[in-house]
């Protein structure tokens, strides 16, 4: 189990690269499409600018925790 999720993450991060893909360019115009891992790509390994890069990935640590949270309050076991 632990296998397939380590390839589903993968297979995520894989994905979002979509955006550039289909509007031909890194980035699309106007960021239209533009997904939080794809900033965080660009800043970090692009731009190299580290600092703008960490912060991106905070902010997405951060909701992911947060729709974690609703999720087990949606569908949690409740006692």
């Known amino acids: 189990m632990l296998f397939g999720a380590v390839m589903a993450i993968i297979g995520t991060f894989n994905a979002s690269g979509i955006a550039a893909t289909l509007s031909g360019g890194s980035p699309p115009p106007q ?37 974690n949270k609703i999720s087990y309050k949606l569908f949690g076991d409740h006692k």
Do not use: C, P
């Open 31 to 67: 960021y239209a499409g533009w997904l939080i891992v794809d900033h965080a790509n660009d800043f970090g390994f692009v731009r190299y600018e580290m600092g703008y890069a960490s912060a991106v990935t905070v902010v997405l640590l951060f909701i992911v925790i947060l729709f």
